[in-house]
């Protein structure tokens, strides 16, 4: 086992951190041996230092063990058990946390499928109980659709932020905040507020100028996701947006070849029955 009990709590997150980051553009690190092991050895650790880690130590650790997870590495029985132990600390503490660690702790949970259920629905209620009107309005836009994503991919529909004017502000605040926002962030709100059917008329027309200026610096999927969201939740309201990306995209970038990508724009475009010109397109 590689000996770390003499390094400091932010010692030991800020290697979970930075390997975690290196996974990102170098993945095989994943598959390293001596990387699980440093991993475990880690989490065996800071199973009995766990007051001494502070809330920023707290998601970094998280966030680095779930990437190192959803990258491929295997994780060990006693890294579980840490983040396991680590959800409970941050249901606990989650009013003390900044917006950007709240963001980081419930992506990571979201896709934390080592996780048991009942552990990860205690932590996502207490990040919903920490969005309190008052702290959201000093969130950036970004850290709101990561919280809001997170909720939608758990499938905690009930639990999700409940309070009107929470939910109200994170709307408003998203959409003055549009201009920041890059196809990936889009593609991820409308997916979410689909999924969680709180989208509105408002949203649509915000949403609309911004996305078609924007469009040449969409991946096909970002656009197909936006294309399929809206029309899911508001067909009444999105005819002209999809009508207007369908005419804007036809000859750029619409000979794709994800299935899910083509599934996604056959879906709108047939519901404002203009999918000929799109299927037309997909022959050539």
């Known amino acids: 086992m590689i000996k770390v009990d003499g390094l400091k ?5 800020n290697i979970i951190w930075g390997t975690s980051t290196m996974m990102l ?3 095989h690190i994943a598959s390293w041996r001596s990387t699980e092991q440093m991993y475990s050895a880690i989490a065996d650790t800071g199973l009995y230092r766990m007051r001494e880690f502070c809330d920023q130590e707290v998601a970094n650790l998280v966030w680095g063990f779930v990437r190192a997870s959803v990258t491929g590495m295997p994780q060990s029985e006693v890294s579980i058990e840490f983040l396991a132990v680590l959800s409970d ?3 606990h503490r989650a009013c003390m946390f900044m917006s950007q660690q709240l963001s980081m702790v419930s992506w990571a949970f979201a896709k934390a499928s080592c996780i048991p259920r009942e552990k990860q629905v205690a932590l996502l209620c ?4 920490a969005c309190s009107p008052d702290r959201l309005r000093r ?7 990561s919280v809001i994503w997170s909720f939608a991919k758990s499938n905690l529909l ?5 309070q009107k004017a929470s939910r109200s502000i994170m709307m408003e605040s998203m959409r003055r905040n549009f201009a920041s926002f890059k196809g990936q962030d889009f593609s991820n709100l409308c997916w979410s507020l689909s999924v969680l059917d709180i989208m509105d008329v408002e949203f649509i027309e915000a949403l609309t100028p911004v996305v078609i200026s924007k469009m040449n610096r969409f991946k096909p999927y970002e ?5 399929a969201a809206v029309t899911q939740n508001l067909a009444d309201y999105a005819s002209s947006f999809i009508k207007t990306v369908h005419d804007d995209m036809v000859g750029s970038y619409l000979n794709v070849t994800s299935a899910q990508t083509v599934s996604n724009f056959a879906f709108a475009f047939v519901k404002y029955r203009i999918v000929k010109t799109f299927f037309s397109y997909q022959r050539d």
């Open 25 to 27: 553009s170098s993945p």
């Open 126 to 129: 207490s990040v919903s109980g």
């Open 158 to 162: 009930e639990e999700y932020i409940v």
């Open 223 to 227: 656009l197909s996701s936006v294309c």
């Open 139 to 145: 969130w950036k836009p970004q850290e709101m659709t």
């Open 9 to 13: 709590p932010q010692e030991l997150s």
């Open 89 to 91: 600390v941050i249901a």
